[in-house]
């Protein structure tokens, strides 16, 4: 079965740097559209950052210029490195995959099949 597995969270003061990763097992990275979303507490769930299979990738507003997307097709790993932290981020982070569109970047959750566990951020001022 689908497995993706968060990690690289932690704590980190602001202007600072984390880089997530999402590590895939019974599934292609390479092949569908990938995401990362983010939910802080008492928010909906968002989305953050996404690659398609070509490699085209989306970004919020909020994080476009901060953030970047990225996949090790050998490591069969999805990757997020976060810089210039603001307290503003501090959120579960969450991987996700699907497995029905390669091309599709949209930040919609109804994209997406499969879903890791998340992972801490939390920034402080």
């Known amino acids: 079965q689908v497995q993706l597995v968060e990690s690289g969270g932690g704590s980190v003061q602001s202007g600072g740097s984390l880089r997530l990763s999402c590590a895939a097992s019974?599934?292609?990275?390479?092949?569908?559209?990938m995401a990362w979303f983010r939910q802080a507490p008492g928010k909906e769930r968002e989305g953050v950052a996404s690659?398609?299979?070509?490699?085209?990738?989306n970004y919020a507003d909020s994080v476009k210029g901060r953030f970047t997307i990225s996949q090790d097709n050998a490591k069969n790993t999805l990757y997020l490195q976060m810089n210039s932290l603001k307290p503003e981020d501090t959120a579960m982070y969450y991987c996700?995959?699907?497995?029905?569109?390669?091309?599709?970047?949209?930040?919609?959750?109804?994209?997406?099949?499969?879903w890791g566990q998340g992972t801490q951020v939390t920034v402080s001022s």
């Open positions: 996700a995959a699907s497995d029905t569109y390669s091309y599709l970047t949209r930040l919609d959750r109804q994209l997406y099949n499969y």
């Open positions: 019974g599934y292609t990275v390479s092949r569908y559209s």
């Open positions: 690659i398609a299979s070509d490699g085209g990738t």
